[in-house]
């Protein structure tokens, strides 16, 4: 699709009625004005949970499968490569697949793959019920530097802690043996997902939502206040429930496109802007959405996840920009190698949402880094709905504070001889 082609059918996009705002965006880049189309207007549903099941694993500041869905359509045919390169709870990997795109993602974080692999190759339930089953509850051996239990029984009954330390040690001696299958993967994405949380769903005692765990401090100061003590959950029970719901749109054709799509699914740990696996000119679509400015601590947020996984969080080296320039910085050296991997005519949909209360817009600050690394920008597409992405349990109403709008600046890689 063209730009002007894009913009048109931006532009007659209709939301039950709702007609798109047109306008314009105005920005300084190397001497000159940048000026890109922008629309507004409710560009997907707003109701949560309205994408496939598979997608429900918490992850701080994730987006919307329907944002994916919405320039994957427009943008790509089955079989384009489509690839996120700050990939998160990988929605756009995991939407890319189930629409028969080919996928690949990269992200700093080791925990991003943990969460993301094995849902493109979903066991089914029985698989999941037969391992747990098999595994050996008992805590086993530790390794000498780690957690207290006294730090984690502020989280955790004794005895679901004895279950976590068992579980933990039969997924770590399996990795260590090269055993490490399909179910064990979902079993240990499935569990750290259910860590901590704030319902009985859950293997704490009620604290913050998933997608952040507090610190032992703030948990005490949790207990405290609620004059509550760890409940006894069974862990295997949990795991088995979380199984069901995450797999109950996993229909007959979804697992045929996901596993179609699997075996060439690249998958990456590592910095953004230096991904050599990745062929260039090979990419159709990227659909991301980076850290913004100085807002979420990943490392901070999955201390407790890193530890069941093993994974040293001091070590996690995530982009957390506390200046402008800093940030820009760092999406100019991302944009340079998207442009390497980008087809040409290929496009990138870069969401920012919206910072410090929306008096900084960072798609005014992005327009120039992906226009450095030689990229066309062809539009700002602003989803603007009575949501808000922050949890209701930091008090927090609609449209308020928190992010508001998806605000995606889209870049189009210049065609041969164009």
């Known amino acids: 699709m063209r730009p002007a082609q894009l913009s048109d059918a931006v532009a007659r996009f209709r939301w039950q009625g709702r007609p798109t705002a047109c306008s314009a965006t105005a920005v300084a880049c190397d001497g000159r004005t940048l000026r890109v189309d922008t629309f507004t207007n409710e560009f997907w549903t707003s109701r949560q949970r309205a994408g496939s099941s598979l997608h429900e694993i918490s992850y701080r500041a994730c987006f919307k499968p329907q944002l994916v869905d919405f320039f ?56 999941v019920r037969e391992r747990l089953d098999a595994v050996d509850w008992s805590p086993g051996a530790d390794p000498p530097v780690d957690l207290p239990d006294d730090d984690l029984h502020v989280f955790y009954h004794p005895d679901t802690l004895r279950e976590l330390r068992g579980l933990r040690s039969y ?11 399909g179910p064990d993967r979902w079993i240990e994405m499935v569990a750290v997902n259910r860590l901590t949380g704030h319902s009985r769903g859950f293997f704490s005692a009620y604290t913050m939502p998933p997608n952040q765990a507090v610190s032992v401090a703030s948990q005490r100061k949790i207990n405290a206040r609620r004059g509550q ?12 429930k979380k199984t069901r719901s995450l797999l109950r749109d996993c229909g007959v054709a979804a697992r045929r496109r996901l596993l179609r799509r699997a075996p060439g699914t690249f998958l990456l740990t590592g910095p953004a802007d230096r991904t050599p696996e990745i062929p260039s ?23 407790l996840r890193c530890w069941f996984c093993g994974i040293d969080a001091a070590s996690v080296r995530i982009t957390m920009a506390r200046r402008l320039e800093e ?92």
């Open 281 to 303: 000119s090979s990419v159709a679509l990227v659909v991301t959405s980076p850290p913004f400015l100085d807002v979420v601590d990943y490392a901070t947020d999955n201390w």
């Open 72 to 127: 994957v359509e427009r943008l790509t045919r089955p079989g384009d490569l489509v690839y996120d390169p700050f990939m998160g709870r990988g929605t756009t990997v995991i939407e890319a697949a189930l629409l028969d795109r080919a996928a690949a993602g990269c992200d700093v974080n080791p925990l991003s793959r943990v969460l993301v692999g094995p849902r493109l190759a979903p066991p089914t339930v029985a698989q």
């Open 327 to 418: 940030w820009q910085a760092a999406m100019a050296a991302v944009f340079r190698e998207l442009g390497r991997v980008l087809r040409p005519g290929g496009h990138v949909a870069f969401e920012v949402g919206e910072v410090k209360g929306g008096t900084l817009r960072l798609e005014e600050a992005v327009l120039p880094c992906g226009a450095s690394a030689g990229l066309d920008p062809i539009a700002v597409v602003v989803n603007d709905q009575a949501f808000t992405k922050t949890a209701n349990c930091w008090g927090v109403s609609n449209n308020r504070k928190g992010t508001n709008t998806n605000r995606i600046v889209v870049f189009r890689k210049p065609a041969c001889g164009s």
């Open 171 to 181: 997924l770590r001696g399996r990795r260590a043996a090269g055993a490490l299958d």
């Open 229 to 240: 003590t760890p409940e006894l959950r069974d862990v295997r029970r949990i795991i088995l």
